[in-house]
Structure formats: structure tokens, C-alpha cells
């Protein structure tokens, strides 16, 4: 079937498609294109995202949302493509690990041959989790990565790096203008309440005066990126030259102790809520870090929200959140 997105070829706008678009990133991304005066396509199976993270935009007439599952081929016209659609967080893509595989791999193929037909680059939402737990540090992407194939965070791992794999094979194979970026952990506004990530996970728990849960010791390190930035780069990624293919690290260098994070999330909210030590996941990453220097030098990209206005952000939204509920 063909949408009918395809009307708007007699628009001299540019038509984005955003698969995943009604996701935490992806209704972010939606909501800058259209700033930038883009027409945008979002194309979503609504398994993590809804339609309240772009409730805002339903009214926007450059704006269209379809119900599609990217497992499935997708007929539309457009100019540019990013690919998005993927469950992000341990809980939901271990949820039906297969269907995870199978929207990384089929979905990239899918959209790939999108591409290909249409002639328009696509830009593809990679990982840190390819370097898995990662034996250099911080994380350059030349790092070939540490990954577990046979293990609970695998479907999603494996499946993102066999996705990395289909872009470049068709780079080489059918000279498609690829852009590959890699994202390490994003948070802000629109992350889902339940969706067990740690910035999440410990600022509703804040909120709501209960145990914040560590797992392990809670010396682990991640670097937290606020999803404002994120998106300022995935769209600087877009607009660069054709030789630019990444993979590129997108995240903020800024490294932190799970530990630090629940303490800063604990004075930010004001809450009283205690410390619990919970079992460490398995195969749960020691440390992580982007080495952000291509993305400095060939994007002239660079991260500019520290983590505590970030996350006074987050938990603003988080607040209202939980008062409507
Ligand atoms: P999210 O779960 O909020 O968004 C993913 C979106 O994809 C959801 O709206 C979901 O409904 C949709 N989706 C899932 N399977 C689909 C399918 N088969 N067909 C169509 N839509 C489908 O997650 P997010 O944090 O917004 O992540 C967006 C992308 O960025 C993902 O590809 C993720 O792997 C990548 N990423 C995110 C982070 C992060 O920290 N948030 C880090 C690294 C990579
Ligand atoms: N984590 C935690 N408490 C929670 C949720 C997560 O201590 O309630 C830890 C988790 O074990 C990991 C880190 O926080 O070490 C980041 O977890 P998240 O799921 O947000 O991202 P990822 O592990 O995919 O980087």
C-alpha cells in the first residue's frame, strides 16, 4: 500500500520518514524536523511508544502518524530516513527477544531497500551496547566490542550490530548514502515510566518515596546524554556529506556511578527515599563512556546540557506525569 504521505510530493518540504517515531527519541526527532520546517511521516507498532508522546504534534498539518510494524515492507516517498524502530530498554526488548532480532535485522533490511529504491539516505540508530562490556575505555568506534551472542541482552545487541552490518554491505554493494550513528544512554522528557531504565526507574521511585533500587554495587558508570542533544546531532549526522557514514559515537562524555546518579536524583527531587542493592543483571556492562572526538570533528557536534539540568528536566516531566495518573 502505498500512504498517502505520497501526496505531498508537490511540496518543495522535505518528507522525513521517523520509524519509531513515537518513541522517547523518536517523538523528540518528530518535533524538530517539523520545527525545521520538514514534513514528517512517523511510523510506529506503538509496542513502546504511544500516541501521547506526539499528541503534541497530531494537529501539525506537516505532520502524519502511521501504525506499521517495520518488520513489514513499507511503501511511502520520501526524501530521508531514520531508523529508529526498536525497543531500547533490557525489559521491553527481552520482552520477545525474537521479535527484537527480528525488528533490528528484517526492519533494517526493510527499510534499506527503502532506500535503495527511493535513492535517500538513511541514517540508522546503532548502540554502545555493540561494544558490549566494553574492554577499552572510553569507547572509540573502531573498538571492535566485547558482546556476548547467546546471552539475555544479546537479541538486542547482536541484532543492532548485524543491522550496522546490512548498512555498509549495502554501502559497498549498492552505494547507498548510509549514516550509521551509535547512541549511548539518552534520557529526558517521554521515557517511558515502567521501561526499568535506570534514569527512569530511579526518578519515579524518587517521586513516589519508595527504595531505590541499585543493582550490584552500583559502582558501575554510565554516561547519560539529555535527549536535546541527542537529537541536535542525529540531524547534524543527516546533513552531512555523503563520505560522512560513521559509525559515530552520539553521547555525553560526562561518567557517573549509578551510585552518584540515585544521589543526585535523590537531592534534585527532595526525596527521602532509601537505598536497596539488587542483583546484578547478567552480562550488565562494568563501564561505559563515548570518546565523542569524530563526532566533534566531522559533525562540529558537541553535547552542551550537564546532567543535573538534564535531569531537573526529566523529573519535571516525570512529576506531571505521575500527578495525571
Ligand atoms: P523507545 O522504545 O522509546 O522507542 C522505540 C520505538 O520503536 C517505540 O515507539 C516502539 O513502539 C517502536 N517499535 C518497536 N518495534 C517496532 C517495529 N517492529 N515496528 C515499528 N515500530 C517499532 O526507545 P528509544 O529510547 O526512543 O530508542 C530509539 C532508538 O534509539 C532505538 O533504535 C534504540 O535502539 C536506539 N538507542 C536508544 C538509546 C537510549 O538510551 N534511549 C541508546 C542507544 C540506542
Ligand atoms: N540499574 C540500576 N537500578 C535500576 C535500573 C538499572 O542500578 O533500577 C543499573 C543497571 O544495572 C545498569 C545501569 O543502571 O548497570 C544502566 O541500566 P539501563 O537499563 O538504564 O541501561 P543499560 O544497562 O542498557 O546501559
Known amino acids: 500500500m502505498t500512504a498517502s504521505f505520497r501526496s505531498s510530493r508537490y ?11 513515537a518513541g522517547f527519541i523518536g517523538s523528540h526527532l518528530c518535533a524538530r524536523l517539523l520545527e525545521a520546517g520538514n514534513q514528517v511521516l512517523c511510523v510506529d507498532n506503538f509496542f513502546t511508544g504511544t500516541r501521547g508522546n506526539v499528541s503534541d504534534l497530531l494537529d501539525h498539518p506537516e505532520f502524519e502518524l502511521m501504525r506499521h510494524d517495520v518488520t513489514i515492507p513499507l511503501f511511502v516517498e520520501v526524501d530521508e530516513i531514520y531508523n529508529l524502530a ?13 521479535q527484537t532480532t527480528k525488528t533490528s535485522v528484517v526492519g533494517a533490511v526493510n527499510m534499506l531497500g527503502l532506500s535503495k529504491r527511493l535513492k535517500v539516505p538513511i541514517l540508522q540508530a546503532s548502540t554502545s551496547e555493540v561494544y558490549g562490556d566494553p574492554a577499552i575505555h572510553p569507547q572509540t568506534e573502531d573498538y571492535w566490542g ?9 537479541c538486542y545487541d547482536e541484532g543492532k550490530r548485524c543491522a550496522e552490518t546490512l548498512f555498509f554491505d549495502y554501502r559497498r554493494q549498492h552505494g547507498l548514502a548510509i549514516k550509521v550513528i551509535r547512541i549511548f544512554n539518552t534520557y529526558g522528557p517521554h521515557m517511558h515510566p515502567n521501561d526499568g531504565r535506570v534514569v527512569s526507574n530511579f526518578i519515579v521511585q524518587a517521586l513516589q518515596g ?26 547534524a549526522m543527516m546533513a552531512s ?36 542493592y539488587r542483583p546484578l543483571p547478567q552480562d550488565d556492562p562494568r563501564q561505559r563512556q563515548p570518546d565523542i572526538s569524530r563526532a566533534r570533528d566531522q559533525l562540529g557536534w558537541d553535547v552542551s546540557v550537564p546532567l543535573r539540568e538534564g535531569l531537573v528536566k526529566t523529573i519535571d516531566y516525570f512529576r506531571a506525569l505521575i500527578a495525571q495518573a
Do not use: W
Request: glycine share 10%; charged share 20%; net charge negative.
Open 241 to 276: 556529506a555523503d563520505d560522512v557514514t560513521g559509525p559515530i559515537n552520539l553521547g555525553n562524555p560526562g561518567e557517573f556511578t549509578m551510585l552518584e546518579l540515585a544521589q543526585a536524583v535523590i537531592e534534585l527531587t527532595g526525596s527521602s527515599s532509601k537505598l536497596v
Open 11 to 21: 511540496s518543495t518540504k522535505k518528507r522525513v520518514l521517523v520509524t519509531g517515531g
Open 210 to 235: 519508595e527504595d531505590i533500587t541499585i543493582y550490584g554495587d552500583g559502582k558501575q558508570t554510565r554516561s547519560f546524554c539529555y535527549v536535546d542533544d541527542l537529537v541536535c546531532g542525529m540531524m
Open 146 to 154: 566485547n558482546v556476548n551472542p547467546i546471552g539475555p541482552r544479546s
Open 86 to 98: 526498536c525497543p531500547a530498554s533490557p525489559v521491553h526488548y527481552q520482552f520477545d527477544p525474537v
